[in-house]
């Protein structure tokens, strides 16, 4: 049994460790005056179980494992510029993170052409 709490004290502390403010929010991207701050949902799960029986006659015995999983996904960029601040939502997945961010370097460089021509 005190393989299993060690397992669990072990998978709780790189839990605690993995999470922090700089796992849901990236670190900012400046391009051009505009300023992109990636923001992702974190989820995971785990189990821990142990078991031991005896038996008269087929003797005795223990068991334990351990396991778990988890994810990150994109779903929303803030958008800091000259113009203030917005929260564009993110669809779904990282081609869509790309998209996003191309279309705001996009505007931005339309934006500056814009300002220089005038």
Known sequence: ???IENLFDKAISEIERMLNTKTVVGDPITVEGTTLIPLVS????FGVGAGQATESQKGSG???GTGGGGGVKPIALVII???GVRVEPIKSGTASVLEKVAEVIGKTASAKQTDTTE
Do not use: A, I, R
């Not at 974190?42 to 799960?45: E, I």
């Open 1 to 3: 049994m005190n393989n």
């Open 62 to 64: 223990q068991g334990g």
């Open 81 to 83: 510029n000259k113009e």
């Open 42 to 45: 974190v989820g995971f799960g």
